[in-house]
């Protein structure tokens, strides 16, 4: 089993479609992403993985979550990622006085007119950087919760549609860091992926000293070489064959199979939902078009599974005392949950 997150979402809405392209056309499509991962490895050294993840949410439209301590490269990686895709991306810097207003865009007096107009949001865009998510009170990220699930946000009774594509990738230090809060299920429920990002290896950090020794500047991205490598059209076109990967009856069996055994854990306390089980299969299915299958198979439901459900599910009391984590069980239900042949 070959896991994507090398350091170890929202929910995926799925748009119809006509059909994939034809093999040579999905064949430059995905030359094209293989080329923006180049262009992010310009600037970030080391998180291969989390690129990975975070070009599988896009493909399936959903959110991301990066989880690690300050200074991993977490923003960075967002920054270099919608640079080299030509995305337009706004950051919130989320602390404890954001008010959700702060997030929506609110509805302001306009003297000359004499009326009230609405003044957009930073969540008008295509990717939200939301730095630091946990930082805020549960009250503003659920200003989050409509945005990341309808794609739209409503003021004063009026819904306003985001702009296609919108992805939150959103940022947060472990919750045992001072001054953080535990994001409500319901929030969590609407990331895709939540991928970890680890201290990386001395002779990755090694690199990174040697560029920054050499003149790299983590706020200037042109500087560092970072050219767009992806075009609007292209990117949807990427969507589309993703989303029309297929999945055989036994696969689709499979992922309700491993996902009732998350809910008969005796170490689980609350499993994966109906929804987290679609959720694992756009995932898997955007891995497998990436990976240059038509289909999706057990490895690559298997390869997303702990990045997709890690935080979905809650354990019991007793395993967390016994110090067993969220991926290690999922990793012994899957080796539980007889394979498809």
């Given at each position: 089993?070959?896991?994507?997150?090398?350091?170890?979402?929202?929910?995926?809405?799925?748009?119809?479609?006509?059909?994939?392209?034809?093999?040579?056309?999905?064949?430059?499509?995905?030359?094209?992403?293989?080329?923006?991962?180049?262009?992010?490895?310009?600037?970030?050294?080391?998180?291969?993985?989390?690129?990975?993840?975070?070009?599988?949410?896009?493909?399936?439209?959903?959110?991301?979550?990066?989880?690690?301590?300050?200074?991993?490269?977490?923003?960075?990686?967002?920054?270099?990622?919608?640079?080299?895709?030509?995305?337009?991306?706004?950051?919130?810097?989320?602390t404890p006085d954001l008010m959700p207003g702060d997030v929506t865009g609110s509805l302001v007096y306009d003297n000359r007119s004499g009326g009230f107009e609405f003044r957009e949001g930073p969540v008008f865009t295509n990717i939200l950087l939301a730095d630091?998510?946990?930082?805020?009170?549960?009250?503003?990220?659920?200003?989050?919760?409509?945005?990341?699930?309808?794609?739209?946000?409503?003021?004063?009774?009026?819904?306003?549609?985001?702009?296609?594509?919108?992805?939150?990738?959103?940022?947060?230090?472990?919750?045992?860091?001072?001054?953080?809060?535990?994001?409500?299920?319901?929030?969590?429920?609407?990331?895709?992926?939540?991928?970890?990002?680890?201290?990386?290896?001395?002779?990755?950090?090694?690199?990174?000293?040697?560029?920054?020794?050499?003149?790299?500047?983590?706020?200037?991205?042109?500087?560092?070489?970072?050219?767009?490598?992806?075009?609007?059209?292209?990117?949807?076109?990427?969507?589309?064959?993703?989303?029309?990967?297929?999945?055989?009856?036994?696969?689709?069996?499979?992922?309700?199979?491993?996902?009732?055994?998350?809910?008969?854990?005796?170490?689980?306390?609350?499993?994966?939902?109906?929804?987290?089980?679609?959720?694992?299969?756009?995932?898997?299915?955007?891995?497998?078009?990436?990976?240059?299958?038509?289909?999706?198979?057990?490895?690559?439901?298997?390869?997303?599974?702990?990045?997709?459900?890690?935080?979905?599910?809650?354990?019991?009391?007793?395993?967390?005392?016994?110090?067993?984590?969220?991926?290690?069980?999922?990793?012994?239900?899957?080796?539980?949950?007889?394979?498809?042949?």
């Amino acid at each position: 089993m070959t896991d994507v997150t090398t350091g170890t979402s929202g929910y995926p809405h799925q748009t119809a479609t006509t059909g994939p392209p034809p093999a040579d056309e999905s064949a430059a499509l995905r030359q094209a992403l293989s080329r923006v991962r180049a262009e992010v490895g310009k600037a970030v050294v080391g998180q291969d993985g989390a690129v990975t993840g975070l070009i599988v949410a896009l493909l399936a439209r959903g959110h991301v979550l990066l989880e690690g301590v300050p200074g991993v490269a977490k923003t960075l990686l967002v920054r270099s990622l919608s640079h080299a895709l030509s995305l337009d991306t706004k950051r919130i810097q989320f602390t404890p006085d954001l008010m959700p207003g702060d997030v929506t865009g609110s509805l302001v007096y306009d003297n000359r007119s004499g009326g009230f107009e609405f003044r957009e949001g930073p969540v008008f865009t295509n990717i939200l950087l939301a730095d630091e998510i946990n930082r805020t009170p549960p009250k503003t990220q659920s200003a989050l919760l409509e945005a990341m699930e309808e794609r739209q946000v409503s003021v004063d009774g009026v819904s306003r549609a985001l702009p296609d594509p919108f992805i939150v990738a959103a940022t947060q230090n472990p919750i045992e860091y001072e001054g953080t809060y535990a994001l409500p299920e319901a929030q969590l429920d609407r990331f895709l992926l939540k991928l970890t990002l680890d201290i990386p290896e001395r002779a990755t950090e090694v690199e990174m000293l040697r560029r920054h020794a050499a003149g790299f500047n983590p706020r200037d991205l042109v500087a560092a070489g970072v050219t767009p490598a992806l075009t609007a059209g292209q990117l949807q076109a990427a969507r589309s064959a993703a989303t029309a990967t297929g999945a055989t009856p036994d696969v689709l069996a499979y992922i309700v199979d491993l996902a009732r055994a998350t809910r008969q854990s005796p170490s689980v306390k609350l499993g994966v939902s109906p929804r987290g089980a679609t959720a694992l299969l756009a995932a898997a299915k955007a891995w497998a078009w990436l990976s240059g299958y038509d289909a999706i198979t057990p490895d690559h439901v298997q390869a997303m599974l702990v990045p997709v459900w890690r935080h979905r599910v809650q354990l019991r009391p007793e395993a967390e005392l016994e110090g067993v984590g969220v991926d290690a069980i999922l990793r012994s239900i899957v080796q539980q949950v007889q394979v498809p042949i």
